[in-house]
């Protein structure tokens, strides 16, 4: 048996943000790759209904995400 090892230093982790349209400093951020895609069988329950409300609301309660870089 094999096992991958993986290094932040070599693979830059993202995240996905999803600004509040009404409060400014309220946002909701997931895991995700540089191109935004989150993988949501590794998201807890409620990170995963998090995110399934803030990708439903987009343009009425939260803006379109963003995707940024993790700062460590």
Avoid: W
Avoid at 18 to 28: D, K, V
Avoid at 30 to 36: I, K, R, T
Avoid at 40 to 56: G, I, Q, T, V, W
């Amino acid at each position: 048996m094999k096992y991958l090892e993986s290094s932040c230093a070599s693979e830059p982790q993202f995240l996905l943000r999803f600004q509040s349209l009404f409060h400014a400093g309220r946002a909701l951020t997931f895991p995700c790759n540089a191109q935004g895609d989150v993988s949501m069988d590794a998201l807890s329950e409620r990170a995963l209904e998090n995110y399934l409300f803030a990708r439903a609301v987009i343009g009425h309660e939260y803006a379109t995400p963003v995707v940024q870089r993790c700062e460590a």
